[in-house]
Antibody, heavy 133, light 113 residues
Framework: EVQLVQSGAEVKKPGESLRISCQGS????????IAWVRQMPGKGPEWMGIIYPGDSDTKYSPSFRGQVTISADKSINTAYLQWSSLKASDTAMYYC??????????????????????????WGRGTLVTVSS | DIVMTQSPDSLAVSLGERATINCKSSQSVLYSSSNKNYLAWYQQKPGQPPKLLIYWASIRESGVPDRFSGSGSGTDFTLTISSLQAEDVAVYYCQQYYSIPPYTFGQGTNLEI
C-alpha cells in the first residue's frame, strides 16, 4: 500500500525542541518531493517547505524559513520536520504530503523559468503538535 | 504569493441537490504553453487529512465519484457536486500550484446538509 505514516501527537513546552517524522512506503520514496503542511485550527492548509529525499534538496516558504528545518534519511524512507525552540504559536496539525510529479517540471514564461512540483496526491494522517506552558 | 479566495465560506444544500463552490485566484494560474490550469480541489472531513478530488482544474482523481466536477480557467474556478450525498459533508479547499512556491490554498468552504 502506498502511504505516508507520521509520528504521534506531541505536547511540548515553549522553548523545547521537537522533531516529527513521516515515513513513506509502497513507492520509490527518493523520487518524489515530500512537503510539510501546517494547518491551524479552523484554517486552510499552509505549504511550509519541501524536500527531495533522493538528494535532500530543500526549499522553504519565506514564512517558515529559519523557523523550522526539513530533512530526510533516504535509507529509512523518512522525512523530518524539526524545531529548535517551539513557541505557543506553533500549535497546529502538521501533515506531510507527496507532490505528484517524479522530479519536477520546468515552467517558463518568456525568459523567466522556475521549477514546479504539481499538486499533492498522497497525505499522511497528520501529527498534532501542542505547545503550552 | 497568489491569494486564493473561496466563496461562500459555508453552504447548506439538501440531499440530492447541486452544490457549487467558487474559487478565485489573485492572478492567473493558466500556463499558456500547455494550456493547463494549475488548480486542485481537496476534500477534508473532520479528523482526516485533505483528500485530492480534482487536479488540472477539471481532472477527477482516480476513485472520486463522477458527481464531483471541476471547471474554470485563468482566475475563476468552480467545484460542483451534482447530487449531494451525506458522505460529502466536509470542508473543501482549492489550491494553486502554478507559482514559485509556496503553493497557496483557499480559506475553505464548509459544506453541510
Amino acid at each position: 500500500e502506498v502511504q505516508l505514516v507520521q509520528s504521534g501527537a506531541e505536547v511540548k513546552k515553549p522553548g523545547e525542541s521537537l522533531r516529527i517524522s513521516c515515513q513513506g512506503s509502497g513507492y520509490s520514496f527518493t523520487r518524489y518531493w515530500i512537503a510539510w503542511v501546517r494547518q491551524m485550527p479552523g484554517k486552510g492548509p499552509e505549504w511550509m517547505g519541501i524536500i527531495y529525499p533522493g538528494d535532500s534538496d530543500t526549499k522553504y516558504s519565506p514564512s517558515f524559513r529559519g523557523q523550522v528545518t526539513i530533512s530526510a534519511d533516504k535509507s529509512i524512507n523518512t522525512a523530518y520536520l524539526q524545531w529548535s525552540s517551539l513557541k505557543a504559536s506553533d500549535t497546529a496539525m502538521y501533515y506531510c504530503a507527496r507532490h505528484k510529479i517524479e522530479g519536477m517540471q520546468r515552467l517558463c514564461n518568456g525568459a523567466d523559468c522556475y521549477d514546479n512540483y504539481w499538486y499533492f496526491d498522497l497525505w499522511g494522517r497528520g501529527t498534532l503538535v501542542t505547545v503550552s506552558s | 504569493d497568489i491569494v486564493m479566495t473561496q466563496s461562500p465560506d459555508s453552504l447548506a444544500v439538501s440531499l440530492g441537490e447541486r452544490a457549487t463552490i467558487n474559487c478565485k485566484s489573485s492572478q492567473s494560474v493558466l500556463y499558456s504553453s500547455s494550456n493547463k490550469n494549475y488548480l486542485a480541489w481537496y476534500q477534508q472531513k473532520p479528523g482526516q487529512p485533505p483528500k485530492l478530488l480534482i487536479y488540472w482544474a477539471s481532472i477527477r482523481e482516480s476513485g472520486v465519484p463522477d458527481r464531483f466536477s471541476g471547471s474554470g480557467s485563468g482566475t475563476d474556478f468552480t467545484l460542483t457536486i451534482s447530487s449531494l450525498q451525506a458522505e460529502d459533508v466536509a470542508v473543501y479547499y482549492c489550491q494553486q500550484y502554478y507559482s514559485i512556491p509556496p503553493y497557496t490554498f483557499g480559506q475553505g468552504t464548509n459544506l453541510e446538509i
